[in-house]
């Protein structure tokens, strides 16, 4: 069964350095996302993507963070400079559809740990 | 703007009870979708199901089942004769669609943590 997968599975780095987060979508899917998962909380949204441009994000996501799909097949969020509060589970997800018709399920992959220090 | 409450903070039970997590969502839309996933202690996020808004009827898929209620803008989730391997965080999410690209993000609930005792 095709999969999202994620790159690393766990990152430790210093406050203010950059991370780049990796995600492999699946092949045929158009829409993509990040969400973020402080410890014990809720997950929340950060940012969509589709047709090579962001489509909707979150009041999380500020200048610090971009996103970019340089290939056709990888999907990489990037924290510019790290913060304490940046740790978190940071989830990358994909979906297929059309516009406005879209029902799809959104396929998470399992998740980048990123701890800062 | 749309919102995810799920009251149940953690439910504890003892294995082959039923047991049932609550989910209420406020949305402006008339059409939106309802998920639930499952969050394992290995951490990663798994699809349970999907209901859009409109289709009402209650779902049933082995031991798992949903009651959606437009009236009360509520879609539980039961689990019959819970397992051990059902403890895990139980999430709830709303999604409207948007015109231009064919979907909104997803809004979780905080979550139920549900542990199944032997």
């Known amino acids: 069964e095709p999969e999202v997968t994620q790159t690393p599975s766990h990152q430790v780095t210093q406050m203010g350095q950059e991370v780049i987060l990796r995600c492999v979508p699946i092949?045929?899917?158009?829409?993509f996302y990040w969400y973020r998962q402080i410890l014990g909380q809720k997950v929340e949204f950060l940012v969509s993507f589709y047709n090579n441009e962001i489509s909707e994000k979150s009041e999380i996501f500020d200048d610090q963070f971009s996103v970019e799909r340089p290939d056709g097949s990888n999907f990489t969020l990037k924290i510019r400079s790290t913060k304490l509060e940046d740790s978190a589970m940071y989830f990358c997800a994909s979906s297929e559809g059309v516009m406005v018709t879209l029902t799809g399920e959104l396929f998470f992959g399992e998740g980048s740990r990123l701890t800062v220090l | 703007a749309q919102k995810v409450t799920q009251a149940q903070t953690e439910i504890s039970v003892v294995e082959k009870e039923d047991v049932t997590l609550d989910c209420v969502y406020e949305?402006?839309?008339?059409?939106?979708?309802l998920f639930w996933y499952k969050q394992p202690p290995s951490g990663e996020l798994v699809f349970l199901i999907r209901r859009n808004s409109f289709d009402e009827q209650n779902e049933i898929s082995g031991r798992y089942s949903w009651n959606f209620q437009k009236s009360t803008s509520s879609f539980n989730f039961t689990i019959t004769a819970s397992q051990v391997v059902d403890s895990a965080v139980y999430f709830c999410?709303?999604?409207?669609?948007?015109?231009?690209?064919?979907?909104?993000?997803?809004?979780f609930g905080s979550g139920t943590r549900l542990q199944v005792q032997p």
């Open positions: 949305t402006r839309d008339t059409t939106y979708y």
């Open positions: 092949s045929n899917h158009l829409y």
């Open positions: 999410a709303l999604s409207e669609p948007a015109m231009d690209t064919g979907r909104r993000a997803l809004t």
